[in-house]
């Protein structure tokens, strides 16, 4: 077990490793001066010189890839160009929004998509199944600031039950209640997730349900329920335990454009108008920041079903 | 070819509804084709005095707040949905199969190119298409290349464990055995079992490629603003949408149903498909 948590954690580091370095290329390639961006169109150009040596963008790439990455081992992720702010502050700020809103997405997530998925696969072959797993493949091919807008219209603008923008800290006025500013955005960006779980997990009890183990315990006369609860559902969410670490990539995708629709203070909106104002240093902090976090929750994944099932190896 | 057509049908008698899916993409492709003659309006045609009008007979879908027919421009953009669709799954196979292939036959070289797949599958898929049309430039073609770059990894990655499957085979075997060339193999016994598989990873990256698009539309890094896509639509009208809800309505509609009639297909698709190859193409598509 020790010998697989160290391998696969070495192949996270490698692959962290590379992923900076393309990040850092990707920056580099992007056209436009960033001196130019921070100074202005009225720099001299002995200014714009001289910024650039202090910058160090004057020496060789690979040169500027080790001061950037030095800089980041000690937790100094550079400034931002707009703000004039450290970018691990203009995360920090971010983060708040952006992970209690995935926490409260991950709890829709689990509480509609595992329960209704297990409904499907108990009911296989009726129109409950059908009807179930046709809504969910619907929700799957709305996008996702389509739903996000058609809650805004009904919930927020013609009941007027919810906020329709924007989130002001629990820790400031209102404490808890503030939460409801994140209830439409969190459903919006849970449909189509909690989608993928009700199929995969309806998909996996129905794979589940084949095994012979399941058959000797019906046999044995073990109520229907338990067998479903105990010996179907339990092997079940292996497979949906698995697919964590894949939901929350796609969580990240969506939750950019989730938090545009809702003018939501968090780190996917301020990555996009990062984008629109070119404020590098901001962009290659907020995705070198994404990106290590995805690989730990995989991470955490791999070997917590390594773990939960040890006859497995990913490799 | 009567045979194969007949038994392709036969496959969408059996799912009433995939057959509305696939009858629903005929009817999009038709109109995509004829969208000038049947277009009442021209999709930039402008009507001052008639902006943010609600659906009526002259204006099927209303009009937008320069008065221009929604009708029509939904129309016309089915043209800009299916060329994203085209470009994005034309350029994830034509770079995922070779690279999942030659992975495949090639393991020391396959270990290097299946872990850049890997660094790519760890960057978010919009942040990904968003990076790379800041560097592009905004075009309909980047769009396609950033869209096509997301499914260009989980292309190779199928490709990848297909290609090792086959390779166990006893008649790949047997034919590698006799002395037969990589290209040989490659051209009569790999590429002809993949079309199944391939075909149905086709139809789901058509699907999601058109959330993705709407994705970029709406972020306003897609289409350039002057062209009729839907997502250009949906995000001209999200200042009107409590005024004009029907602006919001008919492009998003749209959308939804070509993504729903394309996962319908994929997934009637993937049920007859080879069990060998089925848990490859599973739910967990990349969004």
Known sequence: ?315 | MTTKLRSFLSVFAARPVALLGLVYLVTIVTVALGADVIAPYAPEAIEPINRLSPPSWGHLFGTDHFGRDTFSRVLHGSRLALLIGVGVVSFALATGVPIGIVSALFPRLGRVLMRMVDVMMAFPSLLLALGLIVILGQSVANAILAIGVIYLTTTARITYGVTLRLREETYVEAARSMGASTVWMIRRHILPNMISPLLVQASFVFAFAQLGAASLDFLGLGAPPEIPSWGNMLAESRIYITRAPWLLFYPGLMIVLTAFSLNLVGDVLRDRLDPRFREMLSNRQRR
């Open chain 1, 1 to 315: 077990m020790l010998a697989y948590v160290l391998k696969r954690t070495g192949a996270a580091i490698a692959t962290l490793v590379a992923a900076s370095i393309v990040i850092f290329i990707f920056i580099h390639l992007i056209p436009g001066d960033p001196i130019y961006v921070m100074l202005g169109d009225e720099a001299t150009p002995e200014q714009v010189e001289a910024l650039r040596i202090r910058l160090g963008y004057d020496q060789p790439i690979y040169v500027q890839y080790f001061y950037w990455a030095g800089n980041v081992l000690r937790g100094d992720l550079g400034t931002s160009i707009f703000f004039q702010e450290p970018v691990t502050l203009i995360i920090r700020d971010g983060a708040e929004t952006s992970l209690l809103l995935a926490t409260v997405t991950m709890v829709w997530i689990v509480a509609l998509g595992v329960p209704v998925g297990v409904l499907a696969a108990i009911r296989q072959g009726t129109w409950i199944d059908q009807g179930l797993s046709g809504i969910a493949m619907l929700l799957a091919s709305i996008p996702t600031f389509w739903v996000g807008l058609y809650l805004i219209l009904i919930f927020a603008a013609n009941l007027g039950w919810l906020p329709s923008s924007g989130y002001p800290s629990i820790f400031e006025e209102g404490g808890l209640s503030n939460l409801r500013y994140l209830l439409l955005p969190s459903l919006t960006l849970a449909a189509p997730n909690a989608a993928l779980i009700l199929r995969l997990t309806r998909a996996s009890m129905l794979d589940v349900a084949k095994e012979d183990y399941v058959r000797t315990a019906r046999s044995k006369g073990i109520r229907p329920y338990r067998v479903v609860l105990r010996h179907i559902l339990r092997n079940a969410l292996l497979a949906v335990v698995s697919a964590f670490g894949f939901t929350f990539a796609a969580l990240i995708s969506e939750a950019v454009v989730t938090e545009t629709v809702f003018a939501l203070p968090g780190i996917g909106r301020m990555v996009v108008q990062s984008i629109l104002r070119r404020d590098y240093p901001v962009i290659q902090g907020v995705i070198l920041v994404i990106v290590c976090l995805y690989l730990v929750i995989n991470l955490l994944v791999d070997i917590s079903y390594r773990y939960l099932d040890p006859r497995v190896d990913l490799e």
